[in-house]
């Protein structure tokens, strides 16, 4: 199992970049996938989740500018993130959970290596 995150960059405050999650070793479609973002200095927090019903979740300081995608003939994970803010500087990461996302005992068993996005003001 390996998931690669691509696409991280410096964009400034409104912009918009997209990343990336290539996976391998498993089909993510059957599988719930999420990510989460971890800032300079902070914890890693949630951002959102797409299960394998297609259904999306995100987090509130997201909703709105931030769309979780997947594309089942490429096996990858997508994060559409517009409306950029400094806010949302940290690297980011896509993991595969155990059970469905709404599972309360689902838990994370695979992580990428991280991408990072810095948003100047």
């Known amino acids: 199992v390996q998931l690669v995150e691509s696409g991280g960059g410096s964009v400034q405050t409104g912009g918009s970049l997209t990343l990336s999650c290539a996976a391998s070793?498993?089909?993510?479609?059957?599988?719930?996938m999420g990510w989460f973002r971890q800032a300079p200095g902070g914890e890693r927090e949630g951002v959102g989740n797409?299960?394998?019903?297609?259904?999306?979740t995100y987090t509130d300081s997201v909703k709105g500018r931030f769309t979780i995608s997947r594309d089942n003939a490429q096996n990858t994970l997508y994060l559409q993130m517009n409306n950029l803010e400094p806010e949302d500087t940290a690297t980011y990461y896509c993991?595969?959970?155990?059970?469905?996302?709404?599972?309360?005992?689902?838990?994370?068993?695979?992580w990428g290596q991280g991408t990072l996005v810095t948003v100047s003001s």
């Open positions: 993991a595969r959970f155990t059970d469905r996302c709404a599972d309360p005992r689902s838990g994370m068993d695979a």
């Open positions: 070793g498993f089909t993510i479609s059957a599988a719930c």
């Open positions: 797409i299960d394998s019903d297609g259904t999306t």
